[in-house]
């Protein structure tokens, strides 16, 4: 961490400004085929979630 100066800090919090935003305006741009495919993939998300939760309980507990 000793060669880190004050310009790398500078150029990695504007870089992760822009990266940032340009991950949003993509997503927005996309949003209406986002609707279109991926509908109900929260159902899968909830599912793998809840299938690490259960491994959690089983390996903890038994």
């Known amino acids: 961490m000793e060669n880190i100066t004050t310009g790398h800090w ?3 919090g504007i ?3 822009v990266f940032i935003g340009y ?3 993509s997503y ?3 949003l ?3 609707k279109l ?5 929260i ?3 909830i599912g793998i979630v809840l299938i690490l939760f ?3 309980i089983f390996k903890r507990f038994l």
Do not use: P, Q, T
């Open 15 to 17: 870089f992760m400004f």
């Open 23 to 25: 991950l949003v305006w």
């Open 43 to 45: 159902y899968v998300l």
């Open 28 to 30: 927005r741009k996309d």
């Open 54 to 56: 259960l491994f959690y």
């Open 10 to 12: 500078i150029f990695a």
């Open 32 to 34: 209406k085929l986002h």
């Open 37 to 41: 495919h991926y509908n109900g993939s």
